[in-house]
């Protein structure tokens, strides 16, 4: 059985509900899935669920950097950018075909965060803390220089300027990649399962009362160890669990708007300053589009719905048209936007963009081990945390050995590209094999799921032969099957990210996409229009920017 396979969902669901475990990870984002990869990578029996889609909240709305976090080091976390670092450099040897290197350009500015010397200086230390090879050093540009690389830039400010490295990602296909791994190795997951309730036996938690939210069935999940892997809602689940104590969570809002690559045609990813509150955004071009931001605000809203305001529109738009005078972006050049919650350790008195990006563990009188905190770049250390934890507790209550974290050493899925040097190499050789496909489309495959895109060519060649949406249908085909994908908004937002990236595209496909799930799941009317209306209204909602 296809562990991830929609089509065994009902087999999968059975085998959660009938068998004890070692783990239960609650939370399907990029956290859980690490946790997931690295407890079943040491023989722990790992089971995962997830209340919605994986990596639904935060996981797909960062600003897909793997990054060492520059920010930090003004702010003295050495640690973080130490690790972070690493943490990169691990994650493009095993993901290459998702995560690889970005070139950022660093303009000093008149009255910036960062002077000529402060810049050199930090990103001297921040190359050597993060282990950045030679060839990817920083190096220092004049303001004539700086203007050449990027010559839309406020020339009355500019100063000077830096180049230095960054990894480009894509995190929801880093989740979903993660969590395929984690199943190669055994681990069970299933999306859109919700923990009720948490169960206990003489007061210690062994597992959760679970909803599957697809057919409205209950089941109980039985398990010796809990991890609250779940984001935004960690502090939910530590509070129906009576720990919500001391530390909270302080969540806050971050933004990205996406315009069309010819209103705002940088030459490479540019990380400027925000004058007005000391801040810096990112501009990072990806294909026809570029992508701006993110903002940093206090958030109290719904967790499930939190979509971009006009202020947050107009506070990136504000400073774009600064940095870059000539462009003058509007909101009618917003293509679409997202918004993610940053689930960071609440600390009095500190603004949002002062709160530490450190991860933290919390472990209750029950045996719930919680984490929270921390960032994309770091989940895999996240993971080894939390899992050293409960393999500890199941050593003393058990006699277990001590297995080692290897997740430093494990491919991802996809990451094999076939002996190629690098994802543009593995680029050119599809589309010299699948010559008879559009090479815009064979490359954008490779570049999501590296080489898992060959099955999704060889289906569109065979199963469709000379149909419309060839590969569009393989595509769907595939992520069904491999990749638990249950609906249209699985499949265009968090499966391809084409709601972000390709949303003037998507009047023409959201339908074919959406019709062919639903009869290929065999999923009845009713459950296949509320799908399609929740699509519709995310669909909308990106470009809609309340005041």
Same mark, same amino acid.
């Not at 090879?133 to 220089?145: D, G, V, Y």
């Not at 005078?325 to 997202?338: F, G, H, N």
């Not at 080894?384 to 491919?411: F, H, N, P, W």
């Not at 499966?495 to 009869?519: A, C, D, M, S, W």
């Given at each position: ?22 783990? =239960?990870?609650? @939370? ?9 990869? %690295?407890? !079943? ?30 920010? #930090? ?44 010397? $402060? ?47 960054? #990894?480009?990602?894509d995190d929801a296909r880093l989740t979903i990649e993660v969590l395929k791994t984690a199943l190669s190795k055994g681990a069970l997951a299933v999306n859109y399962t919700q923990a009720t309730q948490l169960i206990y036996k003489e007061g210690i938690v062994c597992g959760a009362q679970v909803e599957d939210l697809r057919t409205g069935k209950n089941f109980q999940l039985k398990a010796k160890k809990v991890i609250n892997a779940a984001g935004p809602w960690v502090d939910d689940l530590r509070k129906s669990d009576n720990s919500l ?8 809002? @971050? ?17 400027? %300053? ?6 810096? &955004?990112? !501009? ?20 499930? /719905? ?10 990136? =738009? ?17 293509? $679409? ?26 472990? $209750? ?20 945390? !939390? &899992? ?53 489309? &064979?490359?954008?495959? !490779? ?16 199963? #469709? ?20 994908? /249950? ?23 959201? /339908? ?13 009317s009713s459950l296949g229009e509320k799908d399609l209306s929740n699509f519709i209204s995310e669909y909308q909602s990106v470009i809609s920017f309340k005041a």
């Open positions: 059985m296809e562990s991830m396979n929609s089509l065994e969902r009902g087999k999968l669901i059975e085998t959660l509900s009938s068998e004890e475990f070692d783990i =239960l990870v609650v @939370g399907g984002g990029i956290t859980g899935a690490g946790i997931a990869l %690295d407890a !079943a990578s040491r023989g722990l029996k790992v089971a995962l669920i997830e209340k919605g889609d994986f990596a639904e909240g935060t996981s797909s709305r960062s600003t897909k950097l793997i990054h060492g976090g520059l920010r #930090y080091l003004k702010q003295l976390e050495f640690g973080i950018v130490r690790e972070t670092g690493h943490e990169r450099t691990i994650l493009f040897q095993n993901a290459p075909h998702i995560v690889y290197p970005e070139k950022m350009l660093l303009p000093i500015i008149k009255g910036g965060s960062l002077g000529k010397y $402060s810049t050199s200086f930090g990103l001297y230390v921040y190359d050597r803390l993060a282990g950045v090879e030679k060839k990817e050093r920083r190096f220092m540009l004049n303001k004539s220089k700086t203007l050449a690389h990027e010559p839309l830039l406020r020339e009355e400010i500019l100063l000077g300027g830096g180049i230095y490295i960054e #990894y480009r990602s104590k001391g530390k909270r969570l302080h969540l806050t809002k @971050g933004v990205h708007i996406v315009v069309p690559k010819e209103r705002l045609p940088i030459r490479q990813a540019v990380y400027f %300053d925000v004058p007005t509150d000391g801040r810096m &955004v990112f !501009a990072i071009p990806r294909q026809d589009i570029v992508y701006i931001g993110t903002t940093d605000t206090n958030y109290k809203g719904s967790l499930e /719905q939190c979509f971009a305001d006009k202020s947050d529109v107009d506070y990136i =738009l504000k400073a774009a048209n600064y940095i870059f005078p000539s462009i003058q972006l509007t909101t009618d050049d917003v293509k $679409s936007s997202w918004s993610g919650l940053r689930p960071l350790i609440h600390e009095d008195g500190k603004s949002p963009s002062d709160l530490s990006r450190k991860d933290e563990l919390f472990i $209750s009188e029950s045996g719930l081990i919680s984490i929270a905190g921390g960032k994309l770049t770091g989940f895999r250390k996240m993971a080894e945390r !939390a &899992v050293d934890v409960a393999l500890k507790q199941l050593m003393r209550e058990e006699g277990r050995s001590y297995v080692s974290c290897s997740t430093d050493t494990i491919v991802l899925s996809g990451g094999d590209i076939s002996g190629e040097k690098s994802i543009g190499d593995f680029e050119e050789k599809l589309v010299n094999t699948y010559s008879y496909f559009d090479d815009k489309i &064979v490359k954008s495959l !490779a570049r999501k799921y590296g080489s898992n895109s060959v099955a999704i060519l060889n289906n569109a060649a065979t199963k #469709y032969s000379n149909q419309p949406n060839a590969l569009l249908l393989a595509e769907i085909d595939y992520s069904i099957q491999y990749e638990m994908c /249950q609906t249209v908004s699985d499949f265009i937002v968090r499966r391809t990210g084409r709601l972000y990236f390709e949303r003037p595209e998507l009047e023409n496909i959201y /339908q074919i996409v959406h019709e062919h799930i639903q009869k290929s799941l065999g999923i009845h």
